[in-house]
């Protein structure tokens, strides 16, 4: 399944990268920030590993050193993909001699440049290193242009560390969900509440004693109180997640961080870890408690559409119960007509 989603998530990306370049004549793949910045490549380098990593989860294999090695690989091929296709569709405009990206037209391979000779891939690839100018934009406005061919070869190294970059990202994501290395098998998540930070200390000492000492229903009916309000997840809060395994039914509560950053804004820590191990009896609960919450909501939302149609069916019940009077009436002024 990895290998079947890898190459999806591949094809994917050489599409809408291809396609950027045939709408904007500009490639995806060397847009940069600062030219040391590769959000383009950073962007086609994720996208691009996504499906093999996530095909690796959905298959329950660990990820391991090989598996990055493995993307190591796709990410050169998604490279090469996507300047080869580039290079298919490359070619002259006739009244003007610039290049443009076409189904059919003068191929670029039909032309010769001083010192590099005939443009076919990989000397065509050279030439636009060494001599395209890379332009500085700040707000839509070209603020400087640099044309050098070592300046040329740094960017590429820079774009090439950023496709990497990107798989390794991707799997490093995939990588942090919890698995069972006894079962071989991913755990199972499930969100369950959040807690304001300011309850943070009181919340997990008396969630600590409870734990340590096994009483396990009074964790329940502690934990049970808690919910996602909506007032809460606007301040710094945690929220706390559930993870367990089926199997061999280890359990685990971990607990996320969400405080103020520098902009004012709620973010995750990523540094914060706050695990706690409970008995799978408490898992059940809790998983049964949430599972009771959805039966009700669904119930509900059954009890109000059959309310809503048996009121519906009484309404056109009387709609035709005062059409058929009205019929009685015109036929009885009609009778009365004709004995007059």
Not at 10 to 34: D, M, N, P
Not at 67 to 93: Q, R
């Given at each position: 399944?990895?290998?079947?989603?890898?190459?999806?998530?591949?094809?994917?990306?050489?599409?809408?990268?291809?396609?950027?370049?045939?709408?904007?004549?500009?490639?995806?793949?060397?847009?940069?920030?600062?030219?040391?910045?590769?959000?383009?490549?950073?962007?086609?380098?994720y996208w691009g590993?996504?499906?093999?990593?996530?095909?690796?989860?959905?298959?329950?294999?660990?990820?391991?050193?090989?598996?990055?090695?493995?993307?190591?690989?796709?990410?050169?091929?998604?490279?090469?993909?996507?300047?080869?296709?580039?290079?298919?569709?490359?070619?002259?405009?006739?009244?003007?001699?610039?290049?443009?990206?076409?189904?059919?037209?003068?191929?670029?391979?039909?032309?010769?440049?001083?010192?590099?000779?005939?443009?076919?891939?990989?000397?065509?690839?050279?030439?636009?290193?060494?001599?395209?100018?890379?332009?500085?934009?700040?707000?839509?406005?070209?603020?400087?242009?640099?044309?050098?061919?070592?300046?040329?070869?740094?960017?590429?190294?820079?774009?090439?560390?950023?496709?990497?970059?990107?798989?390794?990202?991707?799997?490093?994501?995939?990588?942090?969900?919890?698995?069972c290395h006894d079962?071989?098998?991913?755990?199972?998540?499930?969100?369950?509440?959040?807690?304001?930070?300011?309850?943070?200390?009181?919340?997990?000492?008396?969630?600590?004693?409870?734990?340590?000492?096994?009483?396990?229903?009074?964790?329940?009916?502690?934990?049970?109180?808690?919910?996602?309000?909506?007032?809460?997840?606007?301040?710094?809060?945690?929220?706390?997640?559930?993870?367990?395994?089926?199997?061999?039914?280890?359990?685990?509560?971990?607990?996320?961080?969400?405080?103020?950053?520098?902009?004012?804004?709620?973010?995750?820590?990523?540094?914060?870890?706050?695990?706690?191990?409970?008995?799978?009896?408490?898992?059940?609960?809790?998983?049964?408690?949430?599972?009771?919450?959805?039966?009700?909501?669904?119930?509900?939302?059954?009890?109000?559409?059959?309310?809503?149609?048996?009121?519906?069916?009484?309404?056109?019940?009387?709609?035709?119960?005062?059409?058929?009077?009205?019929?009685?009436?015109?036929?009885?002024?009609?009778?009365?007509?004709?004995?007059?």
């Open positions: 399944m990895s290998i079947i989603l890898g190459i999806l998530s591949l094809i994917a990306v050489i599409i809408a990268s291809v396609a950027v370049t045939f709408l904007t004549g500009f490639e995806l793949l060397h847009l940069s920030v600062f030219l040391i910045i590769p959000l383009g490549s950073l962007f086609i380098g590993g996504y499906g093999y990593f996530k095909g690796l989860v959905l298959s329950n294999k660990y990820i391991a050193f090989k598996h990055f090695f493995v993307g190591f690989i796709l990410s050169l091929l998604c490279i090469a993909a996507i300047k080869y296709t580039t290079y298919y569709f490359t070619c002259i405009d006739p009244e003007n001699n610039t290049i443009i990206y076409s189904y059919n037209g003068d191929h670029i391979s039909n032309y010769e440049a001083v010192g590099y000779g005939k443009l076919d891939f990989l000397n065509y690839n050279k030439y636009m290193i060494e001599n395209t100018p890379i332009s500085f934009v700040i707000k839509s406005l070209d603020f400087a242009e640099i044309s050098h061919p070592m300046i040329g070869w740094l960017s590429v190294f820079i774009d090439f560390l950023g496709v990497i970059s990107g798989f390794i990202l991707a799997g490093l994501i995939q990588r942090k969900n919890p698995y079962c071989k098998l991913y755990k199972k998540k499930k969100k369950l509440f959040i807690i304001s930070k300011t309850e943070k200390d009181n919340f997990f000492n008396q969630l600590n004693d409870l734990t340590s000492q096994g009483k396990w229903e009074t964790a329940y009916s502690m934990l049970s109180k808690y919910a996602f309000d909506k007032n809460v997840k606007n301040q710094e809060h945690l929220l706390c997640k559930l993870s367990y395994c089926k199997n061999c039914n280890i359990s685990e509560l971990n607990f996320e961080l969400y405080e103020l950053s520098y902009l004012k804004r709620i973010k995750k820590n990523p540094y914060y870890e706050h695990p706690i191990t409970i008995d799978y009896k408490l898992t059940e609960k809790l998983l049964n408690k949430e599972k009771a919450a959805l039966d009700t909501d669904k119930n509900t939302e059954f009890d109000e559409k059959f309310i809503d149609k048996v009121n519906e069916s009484i309404k056109v019940s009387e709609e035709a119960k005062i059409h058929e009077k009205v019929k009685v009436e015109e036929k009885l002024e009609t009778e009365e007509e004709i004995k007059l």
